[in-house]
């Protein structure tokens, strides 16, 4: 389950993301219509980001320092990275949609190695053809019907662009170690996981 800090932290990358997209102030209801959280969450990610330095209040119109628009620039560089990543294999609805999900937990260097496989995303293989003990970046997470289950993914820190290594494979169970964390995922979760070899 998503902690409130995180969905704070969420809230306020998204308040950021679009005050830098419609390169303007905003009402806080035009904040609140657009971000679908409860209005205490809205009111105390404004608090934060205000306390931050990132932006400012004045008369319930909501705009950017100048600290705020290089981080908003940033978050915005990184969704459109992953937008255009997901293009390749997405519609755009799909493609914003897993850009907007994933642009909240990514690194840096996973946002590097993105950009390095886009050309080769083609070349990937289901982890499932993938062999033992060998190291690899995933390529893809291709799991189209359940918007819910890609999220889930996701937040428990599998994504495009992080290093992957099969450590075991038990009846349609695969032990996966990435970064310091060790998963097991069921075969029908693992076939959606497209690795490319290092």
Known sequence: MT???SILKIVKEDILRDLV???SRLH???IKAKINVSSFLISKALKELEKEGLV???KDLISLTVDGKEKSK???RKHLILENY???TFDEVTAHRRAHILEHYVSEEVIRNIKKMHTLKENAIPSTNFSLKKEGLIADINI???HNLFERIVSMGIFPGNRIEILAIIPDIFVVKIGNKKFALAREISEEIKILEI
Do not use: C, D
């Open 74 to 76: 940033n978050i915005l």
């Open 56 to 58: 400012k209040t004045r």
């Open 21 to 23: 997209e419609r390169k």
């Open 86 to 88: 997901f293009k390749k």
């Open 3 to 5: 902690s409130e800090s």
């Open 144 to 146: 189209t019907k359940n």
């Open 28 to 30: 806080v209801n035009s």
